[in-house]
């Protein structure tokens, strides 16, 4: 074979291996945007279904304008380029309105669970720190039930799934609703027996409950030995700590 025979042997060779990483190329990047769009896709049709179990009147809504937009301009280029169109610049165009639509999804989700979170639970706002003193059982449970329902309030059924199932227990959001309901329940119980043993406290250790929850805070100076004696008689001596002011 002549030297100009190796030449273009060599040079179909390389041009039908590069054709070849192309088509890989185009084929991944294809691939790509196909994963954004099905990802995206699924998310709007399991926030719809939150939103059901939520109730309300609201539902997730997708920019039909962007959308519309980015798809016709994504069909524009494989009706001229075919799959080259994959490199060009409406496929990336295409890309960031489905992740825009993800993201407004998810904080939609979000609010939505927020806000009927918020219907559910009416003891969850008044567990203020002066109604937590009591006994130390009712306190602590109180307190658990409060930090709970704080925490299930910022997760988000539709990325948290897991976290909320255990926190709340296995299901799905009608499950988890069912769950805080009961979790509120527990915790208005709790600050009921906590106000009633409060009522019974002497207006000496009311006061000085009142003042240790304060900004200022009670003085050391004013925490004689029969206000000590009250707040011990009370179970209620473990529940001050000394701080810095």
Do not use: C
């Not at 939103?51 to 609201?58: E, H, K, P, T, V």
């Not at 069909?75 to 309105?97: I, K, M, N």
């Not at 609010?111 to 720190?129: G, Q």
């Not at 329902?149 to 255990?166: K, M």
């Amino acid at each position: 074979m002549t030297l100009y025979n190796r030449a273009v042997d060599l040079g179909v060779r390389l041009g039908a291996a590069a054709a070849a990483d192309a088509s890989d190329a185009l084929l991944a990047q294809g691939q790509i945007l196909v994963t954004d769009l099905d990802r995206t896709s699924s998310q709007l049709e399991a926030a719809a279904s939150i939103g059901d179990d939520l109730g309300g009147d609201s539902r997730p809504k997708p920019d039909a304008k962007a959308v519309t937009q980015a798809i016709g301009a994504f069909r524009a280029g494989l009706s001229r380029h075919g799959a080259a169109a994959f490199q060009h610049a409406p496929t990336g165009t295409l890309r960031d309105v489905a992740k825009q639509q993800r993201t407004a999804t998810e904080r939609w989700v979000l609010r939505a669970w927020r806000a009927r979170l918020d219907d559910l639970t009416p003891h969850a706002a008044l567990a203020t720190s002066d109604r937590l003193h009591g006994s130390t059982t009712h306190r602590q449970r109180a307190e658990n039930r409060r930090q709970k329902l704080a925490r299930v309030r910022d997760l988000n059924p539709l990325l948290d799934a897991v976290n909320l199932q255990a926190e709340l227990g296995d299901g799905a959001v009608a499950d988890w609703l069912e769950a805080v309901a009961a979790l509120d329940q527990d915790l208005g119980d709790m600050l009921e027996i906590l106000d009633v043993a409060r009522t019974q406290q002497s207006p000496t250790v009311r006061a000085a409950l009142a003042r240790a929850s304060s900004v200022s805070g009670l003085p050391l100076d004013e925490l004689t030995d029969e206000l000590l004696a009250e707040l011990r008689a009370a179970d209620l001596e473990d529940q001050l700590v000394v701080r810095r002011v």
